[in-house]
DNA sequence: GCATATCCTGACCAAATGGTCAAGTTTCCA
DNA sequence: TGGAAACTTGACCATTTGGTCAGGATATGC
């Protein structure tokens, strides 16, 4: 590419234009793939949804399932970030109060790209690269790791980690993933923030003070 | 209808015949319908996976959607039955303890099922009719008093009941629907009994002991 | 002002899809 | 044994779908 603007240093409109159109679609299409899945969404409605024609869609992305993968990407972003509590130099308490709390937080706020997740993987995470899968394993071991390590110190009840961690993802994905059962559950149209706090707490009355040894 | 054999009287090989083939699609299509939703399952993959041409799964039911409400007719039936476990006159140990193993078998014999149902509801659940949803809160509701009354006899520790029930179907539903997800945290290709069996006694182990007071 | 890069989009394409139909086959019972 | 009911199914239909293309519009920088 010869030209003086190339794909490596495009000006800032030209960079707002693009930015801006990518994550209109990435927001419609999360939201679309979240509902239906990969095989029943259109097309033609994550451009509708998008205020784009169809084709323009193709511009950005190359095919469908490009926009797909971008998702799953920036899902497996934020999947990492909550488990970042979990380090073995903090209190078990501490640092399991603030991974609900902050995978609730995202069951709440980015309650789209938690469903988009769970359809995936309950096509069997087909669309998830080796990599990806292997990436999840070894910080899912790591974490583990973590956990057995206070339940060694004896600072968490002596459970099976793995399976731990399973019931704590269990619990916070449920209000984002299956939203409309909880909210039915709660006898409400929507879950609240409020709702979410009764959440928070009933997790931690649970299992943290269950596990964890009072102070 | 003037026949000697009517649909109000058909013979056992004429039943046999429609109720295997009925059984044959069903059974293929909630596998289908499980991983790809109702919009990305296609009748001409129902079909193949059932064995018959397409046409004929149109000769048994009428179109897809009566394929798929009657898997959903089907699902409701098993989620009624798990929660039976629940009653007041019951001490709360052994009833959850049934309930949840209970849970645990369902999501082991039939993740299709649970995969299934929990994909519609990731959809929203637009697909129960007005009734069925009624019949869902109704028993949610009757069962979140029985746990209330509970706590109030002092026999489980107080948290909110419809968040304790939220915790007792994510915990247990996950091992059917992120089966993929909780085999590959077990470092397993598939899970075995043997994880659903530590899967039900950690569950026991921080929800129930916890909960309900030692003997 | 002009050349180039980027963006936009209606029309189009081949293949796929939900569903139908008519005719043949099989089953069943009096 | 024959007639009726139930079952089977290849061919077909209209519509939908993922994706392409060519040409025009807009933006940008020298």
Redesign the interface.
């Known amino acids: 590419m010869t030209g003086k603007k190339t794909k490596l240093s495009k000006s800032n409109s030209e960079q707002r234009i693009r930015a801006r159109n990518e994550a209109k679609i990435l927001k419609s299409a999360v939201e679309l793939f979240?509902?239906?899945?990969?095989?029943?969404?259109r097309i033609a409605e994550i451009a509708e949804a998008s205020g784009l024609p169809k084709a323009n869609v193709y511009y950005y992305f190359a095919n469908k399932a490009a926009i797909y993968t971008r998702l799953i990407e920036g899902v497996l972003t934020g999947w990492d970030r909550a488990l970042e509590h979990i380090t073995p130099d903090r209190e078990p308490r501490e640092a399991l109060s603030l991974y609900i709390a902050a995978k609730l937080d995202y069951s709440r706020k980015h309650a789209s790209e938690s469903?988009f997740f769970?359809?995936e993987?309950?096509?069997?995470?087909k669309f998830l690269s080796r990599q990806q899968?292997r990436h999840?394993?070894e910080i899912?071991?790591e974490y583990?790791r973590v956990i057995e390590g206070w339940m060694e110190e004896g600072k968490i009840?002596r459970?099976?980690p793995?399976?731990?961690?399973?019931?704590l993802?269990?619990?916070t994905?449920?209000?984002a993933?299956?939203s409309?059962?909880?909210a039915?559950?709660?006898?409400k149209k929507h879950l609240t923030a409020s709702d979410f706090e009764?959440?928070r707490?009933?997790?931690v009355?649970?299992?943290l003070?269950?596990?964890v040894p009072p102070r």
């Open positions: 979240s509902r239906k899945g990969f095989d029943g969404t469903r769970a359809n993987m309950l096509r069997g995470g899968k999840m394993k899912t071991r583990a009840v459970v099976d793995n399976h731990f961690l399973i019931m993802w269990a619990t994905q449920f209000y993933d299956f409309t059962v909880a039915a559950t709660v006898e009764t959440a707490s009933t997790i009355d649970i299992i003070n269950n596990c």
